[in-house]
């Protein structure tokens, strides 16, 4: 309850939440020290990380014990990547959803997309009848949990992201999300009509031509995700410095 409570202020301050990815327990304590005032799962990471493709080839009960284990190793939120729900069925949604806060999570994602050989949206009105469960569900068992809802037109990159957007944002907002996260919305002009269609705070997602702090500010936008893109350069490192050791022989850039 008091992580949750903390998580939904954030997203109502003067300045963007910016929300640490991670993507395992250590990652997540070096996040929590360096300042960050909540952390989230990127599942592009996390699936990485464990040897598997993004797009829910994690098994849940892996991303359920790891998210147990940051729970329990860092004293700031914690939202879980939940991508499409672990389950096709909303009974399975919400069963997944239970374990999550039973194991101390503040918020999760949820996505209008299933991942697959190619990725689809579902169709709005289908897709807000999980919200509304959700929703539902948490409400008729006193359970507390920033439900933070993506919505993929600008990731699919359709020529109609924009209108698809602002139609599914009031569908979601009215079947009772908690947040609106749009990943790859980069422009001024679109981030503005998304943020002025909802009451909802709106997600945006660390990508090349964002716009800079200030402006995003500006903007109105409550939350910045960093993806995977912490992840990305950490092992961009990681790999230029084995490469050195190997081909060198040189041992100073494991001790520098």
Known sequence: MFHYNTFLGLHQGPEPLFLANCWDVQSAKL???????????????????????????????????????????????????????????????????????????????????????SRELQPAKDFARIIAAIANHLEKNNRKLFVNIRTD???????????????????YANAGAGGIFVPCISGRNDIEQVVAATPLPVNVMVIPGLPDWETIRQLGVSRVSMGPFLFSKVYEHAATIAKTVWEQKDLRPLLS
């Open 153 to 171: 037109g600008f990731l699919l990159d359709l020529p109609t992201a924009l209108s698809e957007t602002l139609t599914r944002i009031k569908i």
């Open 31 to 117: 996040l929590e020290t360096a300042g960050y005032p909540a952390i989230g799962f990127s599942s592009h990471a996390i699936s990485t990380a464990f040897g598997y493709e993004d797009g829910e080839r994690l098994p849940f009960d892996l991303l359920l014990r790891t998210a147990k284990r940051v729970v329990e190793s860092i004293n700031v939120p914690f939202t879980v990547d939940m991508e499409g729900g672990f389950s096709r069925t909303i009974d399975g949604i919400l069963a997944n959803i239970d374990k999550l806060v039973d194991a101390g999570v503040a918020g999760i994602n949820l996505e209008d997309t299933i991942a697959g050989t």
